[in-house]
């Protein structure tokens, strides 16, 4: 079946420091989302890619979608302490409505 | 907010029992998906329902059942429940067929199973 693996688990960084989140599927993916969970809280909706080698940004914050449309990352640019959470990606595949999360990055922000 | 609520937001209950957890979607979307998060992972698709009938199924058991009405809320049912249910339990809404595909989490109902 379809499984979407994350790399790193855990990230840990200093305030103004840069973070990258790698997300990597095992099959080609019809798109694929990021979401942000704070502690306690629940995933929220960040961003979705549809095309092959799409970049996209929010202020600090840049998502790219591969060539292959099979992996994805999520690069944070001088982090700050409201950036901590843990990132999700997550893809769905054909025409399956079946979103499929990685296992997410815990980004910790030291002050 | 994304305007898609749950309930009860807390639940413990002992093993064998049945559970039921209900959720509102945001106003204006017919599909609504359900996710088993545990501790430290990522969520987990359970099953979506789309205009009232079941649009695509995840790997659980059939004790995992759910049911949408007219007004596009939601119920997830759980039988026989299993220590290994303990999890934070989500739903999501969205409006399929705009082509975005964007899901919208409400805040999740923490189960416990002793």
């Known amino acids: 079946g379809q499984q979407v693996m994350q790399i790193p688990q855990y990230q840990h960084v200093q305030e103004g420091e840069d973070f990258t989140t790698y997300c990597n599927s095992s099959?080609?993916?019809?798109?694929i989302q990021w979401y942000k969970q704070r502690p306690g809280g629940h995933p929220v909706f960040l961003i979705q890619?549809?095309?092959?080698?799409e970049v996209k940004k929010q202020k600090r914050l840049t998502f790219q979608f591969g060539e292959a449309k099979k992996n994805s990352s999520l690069h944070i640019t001088a982090t700050q302490t409201t950036d901590v959470g843990t990132y999700f990606c997550a893809g769905t595949q054909g025409g399956s409505e079946k979103l499929v999360f990685g296992k997410g990055t815990k980004l910790t922000v030291n002050p | 907010e994304t305007g898609v609520t749950q309930s009860p937001t807390h639940l413990i209950k002992t093993r064998g029992q049945q559970v039921t957890l209900r959720c509102s979607s945001q106003?204006?979307?017919?599909?609504v998906s359900w996710y088993q998060q545990a501790l430290g992972q990522g969520p987990q698709f359970i099953f979506q329902y789309y205009r009232e009938e079941e649009n695509g199924r995840g790997n659980f058991p059939p004790r995992f059942s759910g049911l949408q009405f007219p007004n596009y809320s939601s119920e997830l049912n759980v039988n026989a429940l299993e220590l290994d249910d303990s999890a934070l339990y989500l739903c999501?809404?969205?409006?399929?067929?705009?082509?975005?595909?964007?899901?919208?989490f409400g805040p999740g109902t923490r189960l416990l199973v002793l």
């Open positions: 106003s204006g979307h017919n599909t």
């Open positions: 999501a809404s969205s409006l399929v067929g705009v082509g975005k595909e964007t899901q919208y």
């Open positions: 099959t080609t993916l019809s798109n």
């Open positions: 890619l549809v095309k092959s080698g």
